[in-house]
């Protein structure tokens, strides 16, 4: 999960792209934000007195849910960092073998500390009960950790395909078929095709194999996908990592593989020279996100429209609230559900996941903004570099819970409406960011990171020879906080120097050289949120992009358009807000 495009050891600068650590502390970030009000908002009181409650809490109901399901955003940029790290050692001359073994390793220990994390060390492990159970210990359930270390999370999924990836890469490496490219992306394209056709019928024989998997139970009432040790049989046990990865309720590679592939063409593409990367890069990929999000939206529709037909409306709410849950888009999962409803969710979501990566990367890479991005980012980008640990220590904010609580309604763990949930949300940002300001300053050891990185730089002799022998071997975990956050050489995919200018001091011949790709961005981000409810937020951003495109391109139409249309649409955001904040849900008439 390591974005360091150069590993140097002269003291010179890590090249590393903004995008992809930012959206790795974005996705913490976010993931914090959704699951503090999953778990500490008062659902119960709001669905009691829904018809009363303010019109922007049934966006909150729709979208939550939704943003809850991109565990694919950040399979993507995982596996996109891990293949720029591939082809820089490639291109050092590193052998395929070791870096085939350096892959599966480290997937390996991922695996091993992701399941660790369930059941034992993690916000819904025993040290998670723990902190749920704050008002009186003696309630911690600590038989969690006979259980829940096989629940398959997207860690999971991760180092499953950093295993998968990695045994492909080697192969498709061979006799230097690394250095065609074009051939590469092809190939994983194909692969990504090939995991999704076969999804289905690996869920069929999985079900053959095992009897109601993954949502049945054994004749204990334990589900079938997470066996308790001590209860369910050594045969059960042992199979259950292995069936897991195939069938899981979250995020199985069957078919978030694919995704994972696609993240490979993203870091393939990446990793070529700047003037190879095509600038219509972005928009290209973006709308292939395009494509998928529409499609998947109209086949989410279908399926909630079918469920209501066959159910009604409480049950199609129910089930629209487990959106996270890929695997209850499957026919299995209850009869109501149509075949093939996963496909809708899982091209929404990714679909999303992608149109939101190349955004980020149009923003800033291919208008030579990342270093300026990267000052002013540094709190979200914190969160991404032990991303890890950071999500492993989300039991944090039951503590803070468990002391808001308190405050407001003087007893633990009571759920709270809106204004005690966003300082729960607030007071976590705090808590987090001052335990990562202080834990740089040792370099994060003691991390999860940091005990993954310490075995496999003491153990691997690739790595092992990295390091001089006089560098101790608790030293050879540490992250470099210096070259990999504060002093670091950022990658730019566009023309950084003329933009760097005002465009009032550029001589004439300067002028006649802009453009306008600036403008014309603007200009095209403001029209998407204005014409769509969905994007409408981003005529902020477009406003400020035109207000400094006038600067560095002069006034011209585009952002003069922009500017328009970036006011009109944040006028009608805020009459939005405010509408949705006075009138009642009452007034649709749909509860």
């Known amino acids: 999960m390591n974005t360091k495009v150069m590993d140097t050891t002269n003291g010179s600068k890590y090249q590393r792209f903004f995008s992809l650590d930012f959206a790795r502390g974005l996705a913490i970030f976010v993931m914090l934000f959704l699951h503090i009000i999953q778990r500490t908002l008062n659902m119960e009181e709001l669905f009691a007195n829904i ?31 891990n293949m720029v790290s591939i082809y820089r050692d490639l291109e050092k001359g590193k052998s395929i073998k070791s870096l085939v073994f350096k892959q599966v390793i480290g997937g390996l220990l991922l695996l091993i500390f992701a399941m660790l994390c369930e059941g034992l060390i993690g916000y819904q492990g025993l040290m998670g009960n723990f902190a749920k159970s704050l008002d009186n210990i003696a309630n911690t359930e600590w038989t969690v950790m006979l259980w829940r270390w096989n629940f398959f999370e997207t860690i999971h999924t991760i180092a499953w395909c950093l295993i998968i990836n990695g045994c492909i890469q080697g192969l498709l490496s061979l006799k230097g078929n690394w250095k065609n490219t074009k051939r590469m992306i092809i190939s994983y394209i194909i692969l990504a095709v090939i995991v999704v056709g076969l999804t289905q019928p690996i869920w069929y024989l999985i079900g053959l194999l095992v009897p109601g998997y993954p949502f049945g139970l054994y004749p204990s009432g334990h589900e079938l996908f997470m066996p308790w040790i001590g209860t369910e049989s050594f045969w059960q046990i042992f199979r259950a990592p292995f069936l897991n990865p195939l069938s899981a309720p979250m995020e199985p590679i069957f078919p978030y593989l694919a995704i994972s592939f696609i993240g490979s063409v993203l870091g393939i593409i990446l990793s070529q020279p700047k003037d190879k990367i095509s600038k219509k890069f972005p928009r290209n990929f973006g709308l292939v996100g395009l494509a998928m999000f529409i499609g998947g939206l ?117 759920p709270l409406f809106w204004g005690g949930v966003f300082l729960t949300i607030v007071l976590t940002y705090l808590l987090y960011s001052l335990i990562l300001f202080g834990w740089e300053k040792i370099n994060y050891i003691g991390s ?59 001589s004439d011949e300067e002028k006649k050289l802009v453009n306008l790709e600036d403008s014309k961005f603007a200009l095209s981000i403001s029209l998407i949120g204005l014409c769509s409810i969905l994007f409408i937020v981003l005529n902020i951003l477009s406003l ?48």
């Open 51 to 81: 018809n009363n409650v303010a019109l922007i809490n049934l966006f909150a109901l729709v979208l939550i849910p939704f943003f809850g399901g991109l565990a694919g955003f950040f399979l993507i940029i995982s596996a996109a960092a």
């Open 298 to 414: 109209v086949g989410i529709i279908i399926v909630i429209v079918k469920i209501l037909v066959a159910t009604d409306f409480d049950t199609a709410i129910d089930f629209y609230l487990v959106f996270i849950n890929h695997r209850a888009w499957a026919a299995d999962y209850a009869s109501y559900v149509p075949p093939f409803a996963w496909i809708g969710q899982f091209l929404a979501v990714n679909g999303f996941s992608i149109m939101l990566i190349m955004f980020l990367f149009r923003l800033v890479e291919f208008r030579g903004k990342a270093q300026v991005y990267a000052e002013r980012t540094k709190i979200v980008r914190r969160f991404g570099i032990v991303a890890f640990t950071n999500y492993n220590n989300q039991w944090m904010y039951f503590v803070v819970f468990f002391l808001t609580s308190l405050m407001l309604t003087k007893d633990a763990y009571q």
């Open 448 to 506: 999860l990171e940091w005990f993954i990185r310490t075995f496999t730089n003491n153990v691997i002799p690739a790595r092992r020879k990295k390091f001089d022998s006089s560098v101790k071997w608790w030293q050879r975990g540490q992250v470099d906080v210096e070259k990999t956050f504060y002093n670091v050489d950022w990658i730019n995919l566009g023309n950084a120097e003329l933009d760097n200018k005002v465009f009032n001091e550029k």
């Open 544 to 591: 400020f992009v035109a207000i400094k495109t006038r600067k560095t391109e002069g006034k011209n139409k585009y952002n003069i358009a922009a500017l328009i249309i970036s006011i009109i649409g944040i006028v009608l955001f805020v009459a939005l807000i405010i509408v949705t904040l006075i009138l009642p849900i009452g007034i649709l008439g749909i509860f």
